[in-house]
C-alpha cells in the first residue's frame, strides 16, 4: 500500500516537473454561462443537412460500386452508413424550414422511405441479389428525389453515379 501511494507521488511529481496537464483538474472547471451556454455553443457549431447530406451521397455512390463489382459485404457497410448518415441528418433538424415559410418534417418522410425503398435495397444486398438491388436502388433514388422535392430543394436530384467518389477504395471482392 506504501508503494502505491510513494509510486503515485512520484508520477504525480514528474507529470508537474514536465508540465504534463492535470485532466482531472480540467474537466472540473465550470463552464461561464453553463448549460444554456453550452446549448447554445452547441447550436452554433452543428453541422448544417447539406454536410451530412454529402456523407450520405459518399456513402450511397460507394455503395453502387461496391455492388456493381458484387462486394456485398463492403455494398452492405456502405448501405449501413447511408442509412446512419440520414438519421444524422435528422437529428440536426428532423423539422425542415420550407422557402415559403411553411415546415416539413423529415424525420416522417425517411420514417416512410426506411421501411419500403431502403428496405428493398437491403433485401437486394443481403439476398446478394444484383438484378434486384439494382431496381431498389433506383426506386430508392426516387425517393429520396422526393424527400428533396417536399424539402423545398427540387433540384438536388440523385442519380446512378457514374464513377466513385473516391479512388482509393478498392471495391472488388477480397481481390
Known sequence: MLGAIIGGMAVEYWMVKHGVANVAADTQTPVPGGVAADVAQLKKITPVQAHTMHDVGYHWASLWFAAEKKNWPLA???FREARQAVRWT?????VRQLPNGGTVDIKAIFDSIDPSAFAAVQIALEDEDA???ESAYKQALTACHSCHSSAGLPYLQPTVPTSPPSTILNFNAGK
Do not use: D, S, T, V
Open 76 to 78: 452492405m457497410y456502405f
Open 90 to 94: 435528422i437529428l440536426i433538424r428532423p
Open 131 to 133: 438484378a434486384a438491388f
